[in-house]
């Protein structure tokens, strides 16, 4: 089965910090964040491809950056300045753009308290 696999997440104080990691089973364009909130609809943080080109949602930009380490098929992304509507199921998704998600990840949950 082809799965991501998530690490990092948790409970943080408005202001802080956290840094998620993904590990894909195989190699593929993008690598992404998503995140999703009860009653909405999963959206896109942050994307990166195997080219090293980033897109970030307008909520993101500037506090949080995406990279990518080809050799070990891994992406991380470190979330600074946090808020609490940052507070999220965080989703690793990997396909062949930003938008097209083949394969999702089991999901970190990301806590910002005021």
């Known amino acids: 089965q082809v799965q991501p696999v998530e690490s990092g997440g948790g409970l943080v104080q408005a202001g802080g910090a956290l840094r998620l990691s993904c590990v894909a089973p195989i190699t593929i364009n993008n690598m992404g964040w998503y995140r999703q909130t009860p009653g909405k609809e999963r959206e896109l943080v942050a994307g990166?491809?195997?080219?090293?080109?980033?897109t970030y949602a307008d909520s993101a930009k500037g506090r949080f950056t995406i990279s990518r380490d080809n050799a070990k098929n891994t992406a991380t992304l470190q979330m600074n300045s946090l808020k609490p509507e940052d507070t999220a199921v965080y989703y690793c998704?990997?396909?062949?753009?930003?938008?097209?998600?083949?394969?999702w990840g089991h999901g970190t949950q990301v806590t910002v308290s005021s």
């Open positions: 990166i491809t195997t080219a090293g080109s980033t």
């Open positions: 998704g990997i396909g062949p753009d930003y938008y097209t998600v083949r394969y």
